[in-house]
């Protein structure tokens, strides 16, 4: 009778332990699937997406929008979405039979038109069909700035204020790659006149002259973690016919670059 519980109580270890390593297994397998779809968006891999979403997929993206796959496909194929980078972590994968659901923390950079890069959390979806995983939707939110963000450092007011002067400088030599070098991807231009301009792209198309004098003097610089802003006077005479001297007030909100160094997202100017 001992013998036989033993025997009995071997096979089950057995068994638990070949349970483990496949739903290890497949935890790995839907990790390397969400990886994929990922790689596959970045890459603008329209032949991968088509293959790796299921056909009933739907996915509530963290700026509301909700996709089905023809949708998402076509976003990410388009050339207003510009991600760089991205990196998961805190991954769990919990299976159910022929359903797999993956939670965890995708933290992205780069630009795309109506989102906010950094860190969402996520909630995915898998389904197996015909013994093939497939992404068949899901949720990600956006991660609140924290509000114990600490205050900008002394090299941070520093990098600000390079940031300002190497602009400034760019627009008397007229070294435009320099000048909108120093706004991010999704930047909003607000001049004196016209309709602002929304994105790099767009302000690069508006009418730029350099300046024959100008003086950018910021007189306040604040903000916590990754954003904040300047503001000061601003004094300007331009190569133009006619031209007369400008002064007035900017005001602009900076964004936090990998590396260290600030670039304006927002840019007002008012005389």
Known sequence: MKRTFVVALLGLLASSRAWAQATSATDQEIIKLEQAVTDAQFKKDRAALERLLADDYLYTHSNGSVLNKAQEITESMSSEVRWTDSKLADLKVRIFGDAAVLTGRQTIQGTAKGYVPGPRRITDMFVKRSGRWQWAGGQATLELTKPDAPPLSAQDVAAIKTTLATWK???????????????????????????????????????????????????????????????????????????????????????????????????????
């Open 169 to 271: 400088q760019a627009g008397l030599a007229g070294d435009w790659p320099s000048f909108f070098g120093e706004f991010t991807e999704a930047a909003v231009w607000m001049g004196p006149k016209g309709p602002p301009g929304e994105g790099l792209a767009a302000i690069r198309k508006g009418t730029w002259v350099r300046a024959l004098e100008e003086e950018l003097v910021p007189v306040q610089v604040d903000g916590r973690g990754d954003l904040a802003f300047a503001r000061g006077t601003v004094s300007l005479l331009l190569d133009e016919k006619g031209g007369v001297k400008h002064e007035g007030n900017f005001l602009t909100v900076l964004r936090k670059q990998p590396g260290g160094f600030w670039r304006m997202a927002v840019y007002s100017v008012g005389f």
